[in-house]
């Protein structure tokens, strides 16, 4: 993509937000990473997306040598924080974060990541480290107006959401298009579930999601996620209900609609609501816990 195409990525969201799209489209990504610019005479940078020239070229041109009071990383997954030292060095601003990529892992996810598995999906940026931290309810004043972070671990350990006014930016936590993406050790399906609660508890007019469009019904699309989870729990459930079954088996016999390339990504959804329901006692590993287990029923 030449920085002229990527020009045409630009989207006035209004309230002061300006959506910025990177050139990373994929499954995973939809049509790329959406990095968002907010303020009107100074501003705040949220998720500067992929290592990408193009997308460092057309940020730093909207910034307009405005002031950046901080580069803000929802994740540090490869499709959200690796340009953010770039960028750091081209607007003169620090890198804020809830912390590196090991920051807010659970303690079960600890001990798989311990015992060797690794991640999977979007890829960890590994050697991520933000200049500032900003803890859960932290906030960074900007003009007139504050940001408000809210951790949200489930998708990865150290995501965050971020209130700006009436808006929300969801990151990979909550979008309009697909459910969060789950895959052990970085993500935690018993860790989101508890954040889609969290942020019922929060009034906003709309989220702004780290891929795809502005959530406009946002406690409805919370609902869904929830629901939807659930459905999928119960999906389990009901197979293990007749024997044992593996994380591969399960996948199988639940998913039926989904495209090749999607599978992997499944069957760690899967045995992230494996993780999740063994925590909560109601299915039970044969030996050791792991993503070759073969699990049962109490």
């Given amino acids: 993509m030449t920085p002229q195409d990527a020009r045409a990525h630009i989207l006035d969201l209004g309230n002061d937000v300006v959506r910025v799209l990177a050139p990373n489209p994929s499954p995973m990504t939809l049509t790329g990473t959406n990095s968002y610019l907010i303020g009107r005479e100074e501003l705040v940078i949220v998720d500067p997306g992929p290592d990408s020239d193009d997308h ?29 030292s770039r960028l750091s060095d081209a607007v003169d601003a ?48 900007f003009e007139d107006r504050t940001l408000t972070a809210i951790h949200t671990p489930g ?17 990979d936590h909550v979008m309009g298009w697909a459910s969060s993406l789950v895959s052990p050790p ?9 954040s889609c609660r969290k942020l019922l508890k929060i009034d906003v007019a709309r989220f702004l999601p780290g891929h795809g469009a502005p959530v406009e019904n946002p406690q409805s699309r919370l609902q869904w996620l929830i629901t939807h989870r659930q459905t999928r729990e119960a999906q389990i459930l009901d197979a293990l209900a007749t024997g ?10 639940i998913y039926h609609d989904i495209e ?21 006692n109601k299915v039970s590993p044969k030996g050791k816990l792991g993503l070759g287990a073969t699990f049962e029923t109490p």
């Fill in 244 to 253: 044992s079954g593996t994380v591969e088996s399960l996948t199988e016999a």
């Fill in 56 to 84: 460092l070229a057309v940020l730093v041109e909207q910034v307009r040598r405005r002031p950046v009071k901080s580069i803000v990383v929802t994740h540090s997954h490869l499709d959200h924080s690796p340009l953010a």
């Fill in 155 to 171: 998708h990865f350990g150290n995501h965050i959401c971020l209130q700006v006014g009436a808006d929300l930016l969801t990151g």
């Fill in 186 to 194: 970085d993500g935690d399906l018993t860790d989101f579930m508890g």
């Fill in 94 to 141: 620090p890198v804020v974060a809830f912390g590196d990529s090991l920051a807010g892992r659970s303690a079960v996810m600890a001990d798989l990541a311990d015992a060797g598995l690794t991640g999977g999906g979007e890829g960890v940026h590994a050697d991520f480290a933000p200049d500032h931290i900003i803890t859960d309810g932290g906030t960074i004043d």
């Fill in 260 to 280: 090749a390339e999607l599978w992997p990504a499944a069957a760690r959804n899967v045995f992230a609501h494996l993780i999740d329901l063994t925590g909560r």
